[in-house]
């Protein structure tokens, strides 16, 4: 069945230091939506991606959906104390189940 | 707090007992999903509604679990017997449709003792 991995799992930086996660599937999806989780929260719907190569920003976060519309990743520029939290992606087909990643735990030092 | 309401927040109970968790999904949402996380996981998608429909229950252990979402609009998941494996939070989700995105309720986490 689908699979979508995410990586790194864990990533621990300075305030003010860039991120990056990064998300591939198995298969070709049909979008690509990105959660973030805060710790002790549930999930919070950040973004979707349909287009293949599609750019969005949303301040200092940047997401990208692959050529192949098989990976896709998450930048978040300039960290804050309050970006703590774990990212999820998630890959869907139409409207087949969506199948997340195990996410990418991020913890700042300020 | 999220707008797709939970209950109970929290549970604890024996191996063995009977187990039920209530999602009232956001007003309008057709779609309704039950997932199951596991500390430092992914939500995985245990049963998926299109109004009452069931779409997907692939990953529902249907010897123990079941669902239902007789009216299409509130749902109720339940687990018997419960096992110890089962420890974790189960969280319900909505969306308008099944290709959109998804809110979250807060999520009912679950202790098997």
């Known amino acids: 069945g689908q699979q979508v991995m995410q990586i790194p799992q864990y990533q621990h930086v300075q305030e003010g230091e860039d991120f990056t996660t990064y998300c591939n599937s198995s298969?070709?999806?049909?979008?690509i939506q990105w959660y973030k989780q805060r710790p002790g929260g549930h999930p919070v719907f950040l973004i979707q991606?349909?287009?293949?190569?599609e750019v969005k920003k949303q301040k200092r976060l940047t997401f990208q959906f692959g050529e192949a519309k098989k990976n896709s990743s998450l930048h978040i520029t300039a960290t804050q104390t309050t970006d703590v939290g774990t990212y999820f992606c998630?890959?869907?087909?139409?409207?087949?189940?969506?199948?997340f990643g195990q996410g990418t735990r991020l913890t700042i030092n300020p | 707090e999220a707008e797709v309401a939970q209950s109970p927040r929290y549970k604890i109970t024996e191996k063995s007992q009977a187990v039920a968790f209530w999602c009232d999904p956001i007003?309008?949402?057709?779609?309704l999903y039950w997932y199951r996380q596991i500390l430092g996981q992914g939500p995985e998608l245990l049963v998926q509604?299109?109004?009452?429909?069931?779409?997907?229950d692939s990953q529902l252990p249907k010897d123990r679990f079941s669902a239902e979402r007789l009216k299409g609009v509130d749902s109720t998941l339940k687990i018997q017997p419960a096992e110890l494996g089962d420890s974790a939070m189960y969280l319900c989700?909505?969306?308008?449709?099944?290709?959109?995105?998804?809110?979250f309720g807060d999520g009912t986490r679950l202790s098997i003792l």
């Open positions: 298969t070709t999806l049909s979008n």
């Open positions: 991606l349909v287009k293949s190569g």
């Open positions: 989700a909505s969306s308008f449709r099944g290709d959109q995105p998804q809110h």
């Open positions: 509604f299109q109004d009452e429909s069931v779409v997907d």
């Open positions: 998630a890959g869907g087909k139409g409207a087949q189940k969506l199948v």
């Open positions: 007003s309008g949402h057709a779609t």
